[in-house]
């Protein structure tokens, strides 16, 4: 299965946490990734984690990953302004498959 | 700036023509993606090329085709156009075979009229 699903929207305050979801059909992914687009641009690779892991922190980003339920997280501390954006997780499958979620567009509040 | 470069930038066509879209890769990476974006099928995988060979395919129609020379750089000829190829369509790029990182140009914006 190839079903990467995302919530369309989340709005946050500047210096609250966000947390941005995604769940997957398929168990057999290895990586799972998360990229960030600001508009007009491509897309930015932010971080990503091995299929075995539980959870990665790399400064202000913290990923957690379910593989029982299939969900990702990714968590942003300390939201900016400068963090609005699309957000979204991918999935590599073994052959060089990947595989896109449908995108979390994230508006920060100031 | 990633190090990948796409051109152009925009291409207004109309249906019908045949499109060529360029990649330049990140220096040293010998692996390069396309991708389309539309708003309808998000972001979808088309074709990987590995040191010039076709490495891993996609959702690639067959009016669409790719290449990727012995430079690294690559082309994606888009034919026959029809109003729902109008998207973005990004390159990527890594640097082995296999796909932990990849990094995306600015894309090139296609409109068919």
């Known amino acids: 299965g190839e079903d990467v699903e995302q919530s369309l929207f989340l709005s946050v305050r500047e210096g609250d946490s966000s947390v941005i979801n995604c769940t997957y059909t398929?168990?057999?992914?290895?990586?799972l990734y998360w990229y960030k687009q600001e508009p007009g641009a491509g897309l930015q690779l932010l971080t990503y984690?091995?299929?075995?892991?539980d959870m990665k922190q790399d400064q202000r980003l913290t990923v957690l990953l379910n593989k029982k339920d299939k969900h990702l997280s990714l968590r942003i501390a300390d939201t900016q302004t400068g963090d609005s954006a699309i957000y979204f997780c991918a999935e590599k499958y073994t052959g060089n498959q990947f595989y896109f979620g449908t995108g979390t567009s994230l508006t920060v509040i100031p | 700036d990633s190090g990948v470069t796409q051109t152009p930038k925009h291409l207004i066509t109309a249906t019908g023509q045949r499109v060529t879209l360029r990649c330049s890769p990140r220096?040293?990476?010998?692996?390069v993606y396309w991708y389309q974006q539309s708003l309808d099928q998000g972001l979808q995988f088309l074709i990987q090329y590995y040191n010039g060979e076709e490495r891993a395919k996609g959702n690639i129609l067959e009016r669409f085709s790719a290449q990727q020379f012995p430079d690294l750089h690559s082309e994606l000829n888009l034919s026959s156009l029809e109003l729902g190829d109008s998207a973005l369509y990004f390159c990527a790029s890594s640097p082995t075979r296999e796909l932990y990182e990849q990094y995306f140009g600015p894309g090139t914006r296609l409109t068919v009229t």
């Open positions: 984690i091995f299929s075995n892991m």
């Open positions: 398929d168990s057999s992914s290895t990586y």
């Open positions: 220096s040293g990476d010998l692996s």
